[in-house]
C-alpha cells in the first residue's frame, strides 16, 4: 500500500534550527510536497522536490532521497510564527497526492 | 482574486440531514479537489474533477456526491449525513498536475454531525 510516516510532534525554541522527517512508500513517484497549515487554517504551500538533493528557500529548505524514499524539511532562524503543522505529500504515479498526517510544531521562547 | 471560496465555514446537523458544500474559485483551473480532514490523519481525497462536466471518486467516496457544472463551481453533496463525517472539509484547486504544480485550499468547512 501506499504510506507516509512523518513524527506527529515536535518540540523546539525560538532561533534554532529544526529538522522534519518525511519516509514514503507510493506506487511510482512524481515528486514531494511540503505545506504547512496554522491551527483552523487551510494548508498553504512551501516547497516541491522531484530531483534528489536539497532545495533552499530562504529560512526553508527541503531534501529529497528517492532512493530512500525520504525527504525532510528543515526550518532555520525558528520564529514563533513558525508555529504550525507541517504536512508531507507524495505524488504517485497516477498523479495522485499520498498525504502524511501531519507534524505539529511547536516553538517555544 | 478571492482564490478559493468555501460556503459555509461551519455547518451543524443531525443524523440523516442533507447539505451541499460549496467550491468556487476565480483561478481558471481545470482541477478540484474535496479533502476531509480528521485529526491523526492526512487528508483524504473524496472525490476530484479533471475539467468541468467531469467527476471522480477518491479514496473516501462513500456517502458523498460531486458535481461540476461550471468549470469555477465544485459542490460536495452528503445524502443522508451520518456522524462519522463530522469532519473539516476542505476543496482545492490547481491548473494542471503536472510538476511542481500547487494546490490552493479554500479555508475549509467544519461540519458536526449529530
Known amino acids: 500500500g501506499q504510506n507516509i510516516d512523518q513524527p506527529t510532534e515536535m518540540t523546539a525554541t525560538e532561533g534554532a534550527i529544526v529538522q522534519i522527517n518525511c519516509t514514503y512508500q507510493t506506487s511510482g513517484f512524481n515528486g514531494l510536497f511540503w505545506y504547512q497549515q496554522h491551527a483552523g487554517e487551510a494548508p498553504t504551500f512551501l516547497s516541491y522536490n522531484v530531483l534528489d538533493g536539497l532545495e533552499e528557500k530562504g529560512r526553508f529548505s527541503s531534501f529529497l532521497s528517492r532512493s530512500k524514499g525520504y525527504s525532510y524539511l528543515l526550518l532555520k532562524e525558528l520564529q514563533m510564527k513558525d508555529s504550525a503543522s507541517y504536512l508531507c505529500a507524495a505524488m504517485d504515479s497516477n498523479y495522485q497526492l499520498i498525504w502524511g498526517a501531519g507534524t505539529k510544531l511547536i516553538i517555544k521562547p | 482574486n478571492a482564490g478559493v471560496t468555501q460556503t459555509p465555514k461551519f455547518r451543524v446537523l443531525k443524523t440523516g440531514q442533507s447539505m451541499t458544500l460549496l467550491c468556487a474559485q476565480d483561478m481558471n483551473h481545470e482541477y478540484m479537489y474535496w479533502y476531509r480532514q480528521d485529526p491523526g490523519m492526512g487528508l483524504r481525497l473524496i472525490h476530484y474533477?479533471?475539467?468541468?462536466?467531469?467527476?471522480a471518486k477518491g479514496e473516501v467516496p462513500d456517502g458523498y456526491n460531486v458535481s461540476r457544472l461550471k468549470k469555477q463551481n465544485f459542490l460536495l453533496g452528503l445524502e443522508s449525513a451520518a456522524p462519522s463525517q463530522t469532519s473539516v472539509y476542505f476543496c482545492?484547486?490547481?491548473?494542471?498536475?503536472?510538476?511542481?504544480?500547487?494546490?490552493?485550499f479554500g479555508a475549509g468547512s467544519r461540519l458536526t454531525v449529530l
Open positions: 482545492a484547486s490547481t491548473l494542471e498536475v503536472l510538476g511542481a504544480n500547487v494546490l490552493t
Open positions: 474533477s479533471v475539467g468541468e462536466g467531469t467527476t
